[in-house]
Each structure stands twice: as C-alpha cells, then as structure tokens.
T-cell receptor, first 113, second 112 residues
Framework: EADIYQTPRYLVIGTGKKITLECSQT?????MYWYQQDPGMELHLIHYSYGVNSTEKGDLSSESTVSRIRTEHFPLTLESARPSHTSQYLCASSLAGDWNEQFFGPGTRLTVL | TQLLEQSPQFLSIQEGENLTVYCNSSSVFSSLQWYRQEPGEGPVLLVTVVTGGEVKKLKRLTFQFGDARKDSSLHITAAQPGDTGLYLCAGASGGGADGLTFGKGTHLIIQP
C-alpha cells in the first residue's frame, strides 16, 4: 500500500482566492509529480521534482507553482484561483530509475466558482 | 509530443466474458505501465512491461508489450464486477527524467 497523502480531498472556493494543495509521502522517494486530470481526458504533467530544491515545469502549462523544501512534502499553490483551474489534481512519487513507476495520492477535486 | 491512444474508450460486458483493451503509439517507450483508477481515487499501478514482446500475467489479467515497444494490450479472462474501473496505460521515455505520458483510458464496466 502506497503511503502518499493529499489534502484537502475536495475544495470549493471563490475566484481570486489563494490556495495550497498539500501532498506528502512517507516512502522516501526523491521524485515527485503533480498531474491534472479532467473528466474523459488523460493525465497531464504540470510539475515535477527530482529532489529537495528541484522543481521543473511539465508538459501542460499551468499558472500554479510548487516548492520542494523537504523530501516528503511537495505542495502546489495557486496565487489567484480562476474557474479555469477547476480540475482534479493528482500528486505522485516514484523511486529513482528509468521506469518511473508511480504511486499516486487520492487526488484533490478543486472547484473554483 | 508522444501520444498514447487507448481503445476502446468505453466497454460494457457481462460477467464471465473475456475482453482485450489496446494501447497504441507511434513512439517507442522504454517501459509501459498499466494503472487502474476508481472514481474519486488516484491510479494504482498494475504492471510494468519493459522488454519488447514481454508478457506478464496477474491472475486473470494478461499484459503484453509489443515487439517494437510502441504498443501494449491488456486481456482479462472471465471478467468480474470487481474489474470495473478506468484502465490507463502510461509510457516512460527513459532516463528517469520527466513524468509519464498517459492515454485517456478505457472505462470498463462489468455487469453481474
């Protein structure tokens, strides 16, 4: 059983609010990822990290930012939420290696009104 | 940009039937993974295939990686209602760098 946690699970907020989606893993994995998933669509990589103090943008452009101050923690922040940010956000982690087998958290369902 | 096409998008069959879902690409992947996702949850890894032509079995599920490492299939024998879910294939480019490239998934419903 993978030990990766996301909070909150569900969030409904108004336009213009600043929000932070939390993601923590207890497996000691160096690599962590944020994906965005809309209904009927594939997961799109928006951010990833190789380790502490490393952050990279993914394939899908996103107005969110991430930080990696501790190995186990990879929060995602939206400075000013908009309705276009409404989506499912999935955090994942993986061991080092070529295969990138990923362990996913349960996701945060974000709705911006 | 690497793309993974999954087919069919939706499949609804009766308990006990067999089925195959496909994952195709024009790109070569160093490995290909299959995940299963249930509503309101994150995907869970089922299997990773890395060698062209490789076949892996997980109980009633059989996974195959194409010889050219561009495609894969998932075959389920005697499907059960517990197999219901969204099946996602995902490819890794190698080098352990970026995240995975995901297909849109196959929504599978097994009716009792």
């Amino acid at each position: 059983e993978a030990d990766i946690y996301q909070t909150p699970r569900y969030l409904v907020i108004g336009t213009g609010k600043k929000i932070t989606l939390e993601c923590s893993q207890t497996m000691g994995h160096d690599k962590m990822y944020w994906y965005q998933q809309d209904p009927g669509m594939e997961l799109h990589l928006i951010h990833y990290s190789y380790g502490v103090n490393s952050t990279e943008k993914g394939d899908l452009s996103s107005e969110s930012t991430v930080s990696r101050i501790r190995t186990e923690h990879f929060p995602l922040t939206l400075e000013s939420a908009r309705p276009s940010h409404t989506s499912q956000y999935l955090c994942a982690s993986s061991l080092a290696g070529d295969w990138n087998e990923q362990f996913f958290g349960p996701g945060t369902r974000l709705t911006v009104l | 940009t690497q793309l993974l096409e999954q087919s069919p998008q939706f499949l609804s069959i009766q308990e006990g039937e067999n089925l195959t879902v496909y994952c195709n690409s024009s790109s070569v992947f160093s490995s290909l993974q299959w995940y299963r996702q249930e509503p309101g949850e994150g995907p869970v890894l089922l299997v990773t295939v890395v060698t062209g032509g490789e076949v892996k079995k997980l109980k009633r599920l059989t996974f195959q990686f194409g010889d050219a490492r561009k495609d894969s299939s998932l075959h389920i024998t005697a499907a059960q209602p517990g197999d219901t879910g969204l099946y996602l294939c995902a490819g890794a480019s190698g080098g352990g760098a970026d995240g995975l490239t995901f297909g849109k998934g196959t929504h599978l419903i097994i009716q009792p």
